[in-house]
């Protein structure tokens, strides 16, 4: 639904924050929702559920800029290359 686990590749780095903040706050608020509709709001402090959306959620967005640095810099230095073929003539091959 939100290609949050799509390629990348090329893509702008502001976009997959987004994209993965959006999805962690849909999932968070649901979680809120169920919290509420099964009474069980007493199990969890109102001041802990704002603290672990965040924390949980920086450290989801952090750890996915890294990862995807790190794969730059392999591709970047070439260890994802590969090799084709390009077979025709003309103005295709061209």
């Not at 706050?25 to 169920?34: F, M, N, S, Y």
């Not at 509420?36 to 996915?64: A, N």
Request: with cysteine; charged share 15%; hydrophobic share 50%.
């Amino acid at each position: 639904m939100l290609d949050v686990y799509g390629s990348w590749r090329g893509r702008a780095t502001l976009g997959m924050i987004g994209k993965v903040s959006l999805a962690w706050r849909l999932v968070q608020d649901g979680g809120l929702v169920l919290m509420f509709t099964l009474h069980r709001t007493d199990f969890s402090s109102r001041l802990w559920f704002p603290y672990w959306t965040g924390l949980s959620g920086g450290t989801l967005i952090v750890s996915r800029i890294v990862v995807y640095a790190v794969l730059g810099r392999l591709r970047h230095a070439g260890m994802n290359m590969r090799r084709v073929a390009v077979v025709g003539c003309g103005a295709l091959f061209q």
